[in-house]
């Protein structure tokens, strides 16, 4: 368990990240009224950007505007939707196989809980975290490769796992900002917090950043 110095420090940290980005969010587009739109973004994005899926979803959920939509279709008829994403032929099939069970399991509707939104095909832990935090209110920090280095980078933890790295940060902060922390994460990392060029003469919280890793990138 962290010490109160320890949860001082990243709520120190967690106020500088939300004073540079108080508009932080999720950057996939969906309608915050379907959750089903999300879980597909989210298997979209998988080794892909925001930018890239945020492209291709409007035509997608124009041609399928339900999940019983995606139920009745063929991997065929959605990849020509998705072919500027990686890997789009596996995540075709996933997304039809992940509807089909929604319709035929959860009467069409996705479930909240996080232990059944990973038996979908396609959803993982770091999905499941998303979904559940985002559209069912489920506090949870999911861990994508920003989110784990730039806490790597802070020294909020030190783990490389995204399932440890989620226990160690879920530790920190109270979890009614567990979705707050996910979200400013991100941000840094994708504007300042760089995996190759950190500014770090930008960073809102280069006083609390222990730049672990950092300086043998200079």
Known sequence: MPTARQKQRALRILDGLCARYPDARCELDHDPAQPWQLLVAVVLSAQATDVSVNKVTPALFAA???????AAAAPGDVEPYIKSIGLFRNKAKN??????????????????????LETLPGVGSKSA??????????????????VGRV???????????????????????PRERLLQAHHTLIFQGRRICDARRPRCSECPV?????????????
């Open 64 to 70: 399928f505007p339900t999940v019983q939509a995606f």
């Open 95 to 116: 997304i039809v196989a992940a509807a089909r069970v929604v319709v035929g399991d959860f009467g069409g509707v996705v479930p909240p809980a996080r232990e059944l």
């Open 129 to 146: 975290a998303v979904l559940v935090a985002n559209c069912f209110g489920e506090p949870a920090i999911a861990v994508d490769t920003h």
């Open 151 to 173: 806490a790597r980078r802070l020294g909020l933890t030190r783990q490389t796992d995204p399932d440890k790295v989620e226990t160690e940060l879920s530790a920190l902060w």
């Open 206 to 218: 280069a006083g609390d950043c222990r730049r672990i890793g950092v300086d043998e990138l200079a």
